[in-house]
Structure formats: structure tokens, C-alpha cells
């Protein structure tokens, strides 16, 4: 039996990135894989709302509010241990607006990140990260995004366009959308054909991309109503090989 076989018979999901670099589970099917409850779910969704301005948008905006947290995961060992806090770094060749310097961004709280939500979801990506490359210690940041869109100013999800992260793998999971329009992920190869387009509109609505593989970006957002607050929030997690 072929590796392939073997990942596809034991997981779709991982056969699924194995196959083509990416892939995605709606947020109702994952939500009762994971067994999170709803309540779970709205309670980790609501820390959305404590979110602070990122202050290094080098393009002067203040559109962007964020969490940030990491995490160790060694092979062989259970779980995900949370490190002492730590600036968040980007190559300029990965992040062409922020990259090449030390973002320092407020810490998750405490009870998100040691909370049953975050860490199904620490769990799953792992799973994935380690079905693609067996064996190897892990690096993970995890990332909470606001995006603000107001009327004649487009919030702006991905400002450095459609790039790689730099890292071995990323999920990216929806949490609300709220008086929104736009925001649509796009996935390409690395010579900018485009593999596959799509919205993630409901709560925990998630992609699971392989960053060696391909590339990912979203559209800019705007509210529907221009009277009303308009927000996108998702939390993104990446794994990195360590060292």
C-alpha cells in the first residue's frame, strides 16, 4: 500500500493537502469532528473583541487588530506548550509591506490560549503538519485578526498581496464576518495561476494550506452598510520546523 493510500484511508484531510497543497472543511463538520460546543465556540469568538491596533502596518493603516501568541510542539510528545512572549518576525521576501522587523504585538490572553478551542485546532494542524513531514519538532504561531472596513476605506486582510509565509504549514479558520462584503481566499501556485478561489463565511469555516506548496491571499473587505461596523475576524496558526 502507497504512502498516499495509507494517509487517505486514515484521513481525508491530510490526504486531501497531501494531494494538492491545500484544502478546506466547513466550520459546522468541523466544529463536531473536534466535539466543541457551541458555547465553547462563542466564548472563544468573543475574545475577538479585545483584540488591539497593530501599530506596524507600513503602509500608515489602523485596520488591522491583533493577538498574538507561540507555541512548541515536540515529536514524540502529546500537545502544544506555550513560550514565553515573542515578537513576531517575517522576511522581506515573505511580507513585502511588514517584513524584516520584530512586530511586537499584545499577547493572547491567557485563557484563550490554554483554552478546549485553541487547542483542538493546535491539535488538528498538527495532525496535518505531521502526516505531511513525520518526525519533525514544530514552531507554532498562533494569530488573532480583526480586519475594520469602513465606508471609502476598504479593510485590508492581506496587504502584502498573495505571498507565502514562510513557514511549513497554515490554518486559517473564520470566526464572524460582520456587515461584510469581499474577502474572498485566493490559493495559486507559485507563478501566480490561480489553483482555487473561495469564501470562508461561517464560524470555524477553515483552509489548511501547505506554505512550501502554494500561495494564499484574500480580497479586500467593505462593509454592506455603510452605517454600520464592518469586521472580519480569523485566527490563523502556522508550524514551522524548528531550528
Not at 515573505?94 to 487547542?119: I, K, M, Q, T, Y
Not at 460582520?178 to 507563478?191: F, H, K, P, V, Y
Not at 506554505?211 to 494564499?216: F, L, N, P, Q
Request: charged fraction near 25%; glycine fraction near 10%; include cysteine.
Amino acid at each position: 500500500m502507497s504512502a498516499a493510500l495509507r494517509i487517505e484511508v486514515a484521513d481525508p484531510l491530510q490526504a486531501e493537502v497531501a494531494a494538492h497543497g491545500f484544502a478546506r472543511l466547513p466550520g459546522a463538520a468541523l466544529g463536531a469532528r473536534l466535539g466543541l460546543s457551541p458555547e465553547a465556540l462563542a466564548e472563544f469568538a468573543a475574545s475577538w473583541e479585545r483584540l488591539e491596533t497593530d501599530r506596524f502596518m507600513a503602509d500608515g493603516g489602523r485596520y488591522r487588530r491583533r493577538r498574538h501568541a507561540n507555541f512548541t510542539a515536540r515529536t514524540g510528545v502529546a500537545g502544544h506548550v506555550r513560550g514565553p512572549h515573542r515578537p513576531h518576525f517575517q522576511a522581506v521576501v515573505h511580507n513585502s509591506l511588514n517584513g524584516g522587523v520584530e512586530r511586537w504585538f499584545a499577547p493572547v490572553e491567557d485563557a484563550v490560549g490554554e483554552g478546549p478551542v485553541l487547542h483542538a485546532l493546535l491539535d488538528l494542524g498538527r495532525s496535518v503538519a505531521d502526516a505531511g513531514t513525520p518526525g519533525a519538532d514544530w514552531f507554532v504561531e498562533m494569530h488573532q485578526f480583526r480586519i475594520e472596513a469602513a465606508a471609502g476605506a476598504p479593510g485590508f486582510p492581506t496587504p502584502e498581496g498573495v505571498h507565502h509565509d514562510g513557514v511549513d504549514y497554515v490554518l486559517i479558520g473564520m470566526m464572524a464576518r460582520t456587515n461584510l462584503q469581499g474577502g474572498e481566499t485566493l490559493i495559486t501556485d507559485d507563478a501566480g495561476a490561480e489553483l482555487a478561489r473561495f469564501t470562508l463565511l461561517d464560524r470555524l469555516d477553515t483552509a489548511f494550506i501547505d506554505d512550501r506548496r502554494v500561495m494564499h491571499g484574500v480580497t479586500p473587505v467593505q462593509p454592506v452598510d455603510p452605517a454600520l461596523p464592518s469586521c472580519r475576524d480569523v485566527l490563523v496558526i502556522t508550524w514551522k520546523r524548528a531550528g
